[in-house]
Nanobody, 129 residues
Framework: VQLVESGGGLVQPGGSLRLSCAPS????????IGWFRQAPGKEREGVSC????????YYADSVKGRFTISRDNANNTVYLQMNSLKPEDTGTYYC???????????????????????WGQGTQVTVSS
């Protein structure tokens, strides 16, 4: 499974970006998708995830109320809308996919990257004035 992220860039604090995650070779319908980020010198952290089929969503406390994850199965794409961006949101953002027909996704997946079997190459987000 190949995942391709896009939409990163440089934005001022308080600004917005929308990241996209599009796979090649699969349909997203039966996959749960997660977004993770990693800043230089820091560990990778889970940001948000969305379940297959029923679309349950989970967020890290640091992004609740500012980020929104959504999926568009018709366009086979998952989005991460990021508003009110802060400098601490800076990092490389990765999307990840897990085959999940049994809808096993829970909030625990945000701290368990091993739940996801396929990863994209990442897209850089820089929040700076």
């Amino acid at each position: 499974v190949q995942l391709v992220e896009s939409g990163g860039g440089l934005v001022q604090p308080g600004g917005s970006l929308r990241l996209s995650c599009a796979p090649s070779g699969i349909l997203l319908d039966y996959y749960s998708i997660g977004w993770f980020r990693q800043a230089p010198g820091k560990e990778r952290e889970g940001v948000s995830c969305i379940s297959s089929n029923d679309g349950r969503t989970y967020y890290a406390d640091s992004v609740k109320g500012r980020f929104t994850i959504s999926r568009d199965n018709a366009n086979n794409t998952v989005y991460l809308q990021m508003n009110s961006l802060k400098p601490e949101d800076t990092g490389t953002y990765y999307c990840a996919a897990a085959w999940d027909t049994m809808m096993r996704l829970t909030v625990a997946a945000l701290t368990d990257p091993g739940f996801f079997s396929s990863w994209g190459q990442g897209t850089q987000v820089t929040v700076s004035s």
